[in-house]
C-alpha cells in the first residue's frame, strides 16, 4: 500500500514545524527513530483513525525573496508541492490576511491539487471566528480554525484532510509487476544504470548534480517479465548555506522508496558510503523493503584481490544496521555485472514473499531456546510459546510468550538470525511482533 502524502506549506512563522510535531507525536503516531534519520526528520508516519499518510514539513515560501537561503526554501517547497496529494495551507490568525498569503495561495492553485486552508493560532474560537473569517478572501475554500499549541481544532482539520484521500491510495495495488526505486546522492550514476539497463537514452544523464527532478517511472523488460524502475533525483551534499534546507531533498526520495518494493540504493566507488547514503538506507530499513546496495564506478577502482572483500566490509560496518542487503559491485559504463542486478531483484523480490509454515517455525525456535535459554528478571523466566508468520513484504512474525516485558531486542535479534540460518530471507528486513499469552492459556 502507498500512503498518501500531506504537504504542510505557507509562510515563515505561521507554526507550521508546531504543526508538524503535534501530529507526529505519540498521541497521534508512534514515530520510529530510523539510523542516520532522526536528527533532521521532516516527515513523519501519521495515523488519524484508520488512515495512514506521509506529512512533510517544508520551509516557509517567501513568494519573492531574493535571499539566496529562503529561494532554496522556495524551490524545496515547490518539491514538497510538486510530490503531494493533499495540501495543507497554514495561515496566522495574529498576523492577519497579509500580501504574501495571496501569493502563496496563487502558487498552490496552480498546483491543482487539493487545498485545505487552515488559520493557526485561534486560542479562543470565541473571539477570534470573525478574524478566521477573513481569510475566505483568499478564495480556496473555508478556513478551519485550529490552535497547533493549544490542541484545538486538530480532529476536524484531519477529517478535512482525509476526505481528498483518493481511495486507490487507501487499498492495496493491483500493479503486479515489481517496483523498484533506485536512489542516491547526485552523479552515482542512477540514471547511466535505467540507460544501460533499457538500452536507450531515456532518462537524461549530465553531470550536473540533480539533472534528474522529477521521479521517471521507466518499464523495463528481462526474460519476459516486466519491472518499473522509479529514477529519483538525489540526496546533495550539504554545505554551510544549504544546510538547513537540504533536508527537503529528502522528500521525492521518502516518496519513490514508499512506493517501491526494492530499493537500490547507488553508491559512487570512488567516494564509499556517506552520511546520506545512510538515511536512505534508513528510510526502506523502517519501511521493511528490500534493500540492495549497487556500487556503481567500480571499473575506476584499482583493484587487487582483497579490494571486494575490504569494501564489503566498510560497508557492512557504516551500515551495520541492515546486515541482509545485498551487495553488487557494478559499471553503468562498461555494463559490468548489469544483467547479475536483474538476478539479485528477483532473488529478493522472492525473498520478500517467502511464507514459512508454522511448524517448522516453531521447531527452529524449540531448537534456539535448547542452544541459548531465554533471559531472566528477578527470578522470571522468558518462555516462549509460539511463533507464527503473519504477513509478507516485509516477513512478519508474531512471537507469543509470557512477559514481553523480558523479551530483550538482543533475543529477538538471536531468534532472527536462526530464522535467517535456514531460510536465508536475503535482501529483506523481517519485522516481529512480541504477544502476551498467560500460561493457562
Do not use: C
Not at 192 to 212: C, D, M, Q
Not at 262 to 268: E, F, N, R, S, T
Not at 345 to 360: K, S, Y
Amino acid at each position: 500500500m502507498s500512503k498518501p502524502i500531506v504537504a504542510i506549506v505557507g509562510r515563515p512563522n505561521v507554526g507550521k514545524s508546531t504543526l508538524f510535531n503535534v501530529l507526529a507525536g505519540e498521541r497521534i503516531a508512534i514515530v520510529q527513530d530510523v539510523p542516520g534519520v532522526t536528527r533532521d526528520r521532516i516527515y513523519a508516519d501519521v495515523t488519524w483513525l484508520d488512515k495512514q499518510f506521509i506529512m512533510i514539513d517544508t520551509g516557509g515560501i517567501e513568494p519573492e525573496s531574493n535571499d539566496l537561503l529562503l529561494s532554496y526554501m522556495r524551490q524545496q517547497a515547490e518539491i514538497a508541492i510538486d510530490t503531494a496529494d493533499v495540501i495543507l495551507f497554514l495561515v496566522d490568525v495574529r498576523q492577519g490576511l497579509v500580501d504574501d498569503d495571496f501569493k502563496v495561495a496563487d502558487m498552490l492553485r496552480r498546483s491543482t491539487k487539493p487545498i485545505v486552508l487552515v488559520v493557526n493560532k485561534v486560542d479562543s474560537f470565541e473571539k477570534l471566528m470573525p478574524d478566521v473569517y477573513e481569510f475566505y478572501n483568499l478564495g480556496i475554500g473555508d478556513p478551519l480554525p485550529i490552535s497547533s499549541a493549544s490542541k484545538l481544532g486538530l480532529g476536524d482539520m484531519l477529517d478535512e484532510v482525509t476526505k481528498h484521500f483518493r481511495p486507490e491510495d487507501m487499498t492495496e495495488e493491483g500493479e503486479e509487476r515489481p517496483k523498484i526505486a533506485i536512489v542516491g546522492k547526485p552523479n552515482v550514476g542512477k540514471s547511466s544504470i535505467i540507460n544501460k539497463l533499457i538500452g536507450e537514452e531515456r532518462v537524461i544523464v549530465s553531470e550536473i548534480a540533480g539533472t534528474t527532478r522529477d521521479a521517471i517511472d521507466t518499464t523495463v523488460k528481462y526474460h519476459g517479465k516486466e519491472y518499473i524502475f522509479i529514477d529519483t533525483a538525489g540526496l546533495r551534499r550539504k554545505s554551510k548555506i544549504k544546510e538547513d534546507i537540504e533536508r527537503f531533498s529528502i522528500v521525492r526520495t521518502v516518496s519513490a522508496i514508499e512506493r517501491a518494493d526494492v530499493v537500490i540504493l547507488v553508491i559512487d566507488a570512488g567516494e564509499g558510503v556517506t552520511e546520506q547514503d545512510a538515511k536512505i538506507a534508513g528510510i526502506a530499513h523502517e519501511r521493511g523493503k528490500g534493500i540492495i546496495i549497487a556500487v556503481n564506478k567500480w571499473d575506476a577502482v584499482e583493484k587487487n584481490d582483497k579490494t571486494i572483500y575490504q569494501y564489503t566490509a566498510r560497508i557492512k560496518e557504516i551500515l551495520s544496521f541492515i546486515p541482509y542487503a545485498e551487495i553488487i559491485f557494478i559499471s553503468a559504463l562498461t555494463g559490468q555485472r548489469m544483467s547479475k542486478l536483474f538476478d539479485l531483484i528477483e532473488q529478493v523480490i522472492q525473498n520478500q514473499n517467502l511464507r514459512v509454515a508454522t511448524g517448522v517455525l516453531n521447531e527452529i525456535m524449540a531448537e534456539a531456546v535448547a542452544m541459548q535459554q531465554p533471559p531472566s528478571d528477578k527470578g522470571k523466566r522468558l518462555k516462549l510459546y509460539y511463533i507464527t508468520q503473519v504477513s509478507v513484504k516485509p516477513p512478519t512474525f508474531v512471537i507469543f510468550v509470557n512477559d514481553k516485558d523480558l523479551m530483550h531486542f538482543s533475543y529477538t535479534r538471536y531468534i532472527e538470525n536462526r530464522i535467517r540460518e535456514a531460510f536465508g530471507f536475503k535482501g529483506t528486513s523481517l519485522k516481529f511482533f512480541i504477544r502476551e499469552r498467560k500460561e493457562k492459556e
